[in-house]
């Protein structure tokens, strides 16, 4: 009895000086916010503002998450976009996103959204987030990407991770959540688990939830996009904590197929060696990721030829989808060689820039052959064996694209034909690659002011889902090419949306 009476007291000291046993805590907040990137930041910095008592829990060991890669941000009549000249409105906007989705997506909640973003950008800039300039990666595309101040989206991680703790809000990183409170139907705050190993009951008259989708769940991956084998390309720890919880207390799940689709990506390759600036980051391989971009010649792993290659990313992208997610791209050395002398004639979003000479393309090359994902024969039936591919069908798809050059005319998918190259003189060579993702972009149904809905359509009280955990935005395809950066828009805009219903009910009470 006396050695337990002593275990207890040790027990006890051990707790309370913080060390290695963990404890139950109990917190209360006006709001509780999931997730601390854009979104999640957005509405802590909206709800310090208005005084409201503020947490904001993030599981990676920094802030920032996808916001911090962030090059531009969707606005719409914006003050930069005026005084360009540029004549992109809500209701203009609403009409060609509605076309593209064929209104399979909601349109309420979108129409709500682009009349408010002109808003958001003009609060940013009184928050200290400002823009240089409104740009479009593509030569018919539509002027709504509005390029940071300061190069990246690590400026309004910054500042507000900074606001949020000079105006008395808490953010908790190392801190993830682990499950909602839920009372009588009500959502009353989240548990999580802080860095110290303590279990934080945080209860909450509002719970945001912004974690960012589920890009990093392999299993969430194979259960809902058409390409069970994408990988995700944009910032870790996006594993369906908040789509999870939402589904929970009961939320609708729309669009779950749809994804930020970021096109071919060199097979099996991590991210960081393939996707950062030319010569300036550790991305070894992104010029042999710009050939593998190029419009040249792409194939099914049978060796068919797929489609336009000059399409934009959700369109090459869902061409892929639809023949197993994987194919490669097909050369020879007459391509090899203008590549070489000439340059790659299209950049890679500014990473590698067009006209680059491949200079040190062979040895990019033999190292992709050592690693799997590049192949090189002096016949096209050697190079069909390399790789997989059906020699009976490379053949005949070299064939075709031969003749099509002779003509001058792409007559089975219509491409430009500045593009059209021809493939029989060898070596030949191919470049494996397989589909990757940026986000996940289905979630939870909401209504225009980002509160949860259930199946129903009835508001679950105490929740609001932002960003990459609400749905709604997207139908079967990501729509970059005529809305680009709207992804984070609809995460950054969402926040403070959000935010402002929570203020309006309290007031109203």
Request: hydrophobic share 40%.
């Amino acid at each position: 009895m006396k050695m337990l009476k002593h275990t207890v007291a040790a027990m006890a000291i051990l707790t309370l000086a913080g060390g290695a046993l963990a404890a139950d805590r109990m917190l209360t907040t006006d709001v509780v916010v999931v997730g601390a990137g854009s979104g999640g930041l957005t509405a802590g910095v909206a709800a310090t503002d208005a005084g409201l008592k503020t947490i904001v829990l993030e599981k990676n060991a920094v802030v920032g998450g996808g916001g911090n890669y962030m090059e531009g941000t969707f606005f719409v009549g914006s003050a930069l976009q005026k005084a360009d000249n540029i004549g992109v409105t809500p209701e203009r906007q609403f009409k060609r996103v509605m076309d593209f989705h064929h209104w399979r997506i909601n349109a309420k909640a979108l129409n709500s959204w682009l009349k408010q973003t002109a808003g958001v950008y003009d609060w940013l800039a009184d928050h200290g987030v400002h823009y240089e300039a409104v740009k479009t990666a593509f030569i018919d595309g539509n002027r709504t990407w509005h390029m940071y101040k300061g190069g990246h989206g690590t400026v309004l991680v910054q500042e507000f991770a900074k606001r949020i703790k000079e105006k008395g809000g808490e953010i908790m990183t190392s801190t993830p959540a682990t499950e909602l409170i839920i009372e009588g139907g009500v959502v009353k705050g989240v548990k999580a688990k802080a860095k110290n190993g303590d279990t934080l009951t945080i209860r909450a008259d509002s719970t945001i939830i912004a974690t960012g989708g589920f890009s990093d769940n392999k299993e969430m991956v194979k259960k809902y996009l058409p390409y069970a084998g994408y990988e995700s390309a944009g910032s870790p720890g996006r594993t369906g904590d908040g789509v999870q919880m939402l589904e929970s207390a009961g939320a609708k799940l729309v669009n779950m197929n749809v994804c930020m689709q970021a096109g071919l990506w060199l097979k099996g390759v991590p991210t960081d060696l393939q996707f950062g600036k030319d010569g300036v980051t550790k991305a070894e391989y992104v010029r042999l990721l710009a050939a593998l971009f190029q419009p040249y010649l792409k194939t099914s792993l049978k060796g068919d030829r797929v489609a336009d290659e000059t399409l934009p990313l959700e369109y090459i992208s869902n061409a892929f989808e639809e023949v197993g997610g994987e194919g490669f791209a097909v050369f020879d050395d007459k391509t090899r060689q203008e590549m070489i002398n000439e340059g790659l004639p299209r950049g890679y979003f500014g990473m590698v820039t067009p006209g680059t000479k491949f200079t040190n393309f062979d040895e990019l090359f033999a190292r992709g052959v050592k690693d799997g994902f590049c192949y090189k024969a002096d016949t096209l039936e050697e190079l069909a064996k390399l790789t997989g591919m059906d020699p009976k069908r490379l053949t005949a798809t070299t064939e075709r694209m031969n003749e099509l050059v002779k003509l001058g005319k792409d007559e089975d998918f219509y491409k430009d034909a500045q593009w059209l190259r021809e493939v029989k003189t060898g070596p030949f060579y191919a470049i494996k690659g397989s589909l990757r993702t940026y986000a996940t972009t289905g979630g939870a149904d909401v209504n225009e002011h980002f509160q949860a809905l259930d199946k129903d359509g009835n508001v679950i009280p105490g929740i609001y889902a932002i960003g990459q955990d609400a749905g709604g935005l997207y139908s079967d395809s990501y729509d970059m090419h005529i809305a680009e950066g709207t992804a984070s828009s609809w995460a950054i805009c969402g926040g403070k949306i959000a935010v402002d219903h929570i203020v309006a009910n309290r007031k109203a009470k």
